[in-house]
């Protein structure tokens, strides 16, 4: 029996696959599975989901006893984290410019970073002009009247709806806010028709388990890395000096490294001054505007 330490437990148990809910604790052995502990509040509560995918029989670990029986038996398996590591390094470039992108908004807008700000929000924009450029048009007629329909709710013209439900561009709100914009890229992400996740209550070996149905691999890797991994865990990071992705060797690593930390602060500051001073150019040019005004 392995007891869960809640303090300690801020990430993945390598080894023997460990539940904590309450005063209990079950062991599995021989898997290396993904569990996270998440310490909820002043009480010291601790809830784990493992995040479950798909699985031929005989690398299951139990049967989806939390779909519906007019499917055929379905099994599952937990996720290794090295499976995780694993995905995100085979994402294919649009995908990965998509991941990568995200990982960079939230690490700015979690730092209150300008610069590394800045830096996502022209990632962000790549992406959606790949996806601009890969879009498969509809016939004119059908894109005119799709367009119409829906524009009342988007706010936005006909076309710019169109692009907006294929997903090439943000939403008016999301495109004055950030928050909003992530909000709505990382909930589609694992929301969508082809890739919901779901909370299930999982039955297995005389247990029930909160875990995390994924569909598939890579709507694991969102979930780990945008919903699990921040509440407790280690997980991929874009580090604001060069833009590199890292995964974290602990909870609350920022950079790829101490050199780039020492790094960007110096680019930060220079940063801030710069637009101090680009600030204040603008006040001295607006005041004089208005005396001449006079
Ligand atoms: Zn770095």
Redesign the pocket.
Known sequence: MVECDVESASGFCNGDFVFCHGASSLTITNSTVIVLCVKRDQYKTVTDFALLVPASEPDAMGEATFLSETECVRHVRALKLEEIKKTAKGLKRAEAEHFDALLALRDSLESMDGLARDNAVERMKRVYRRRESERPKYPPEVERILGETFASFSGLSPEETIKYMDGVRSGPKASASLQRLFSYEVSQAVGSLLHNAQIVLWWMEGAFRPAIYCPDIKTALYIHTFFLAPVGGVGFRI?P??G?Q?FQDRPNQE???PA?REAHRVARFRDKKKRKAAESGKKVRESNGTKKAR
């Open positions: 580090c000096y060069d590199e890292f950079y790829c490294c780039h």
